[in-house]
């Protein structure tokens, strides 16, 4: 039997947990709560997402400062 849809997280809860790991502080309550919303692979793409764009973001600093 499947688990009721209300108990999934949502993209913003997603967004949320993987802002708090890259700052690396988290109340243990809420990392367990994660643990059963989050779906794996949400996780994996929007932690991808987020790394490309902090990489991007560092290049064009880089690039601006470089540039002046």
Do not use: Q
Request: aromatic share 6%.
């Amino acid at each position: 039997m499947s688990e009721p849809a209300e108990g999934k997280g949502s993209l913003w809860s997603t967004i949320k947990a993987v802002g708090w790991g890259l700052v690396g502080i988290r109340k243990r309550s809420g990392f367990e709560s994660d643990l059963v919303k989050i779906n794996p692979l949400h996780l994996i793409v929007v932690g991808l997402v987020t790394v490309l764009v902090i990489v991007v973001g560092l290049i064009v600093l880089v690039n601006w400062v470089v540039a002046k």
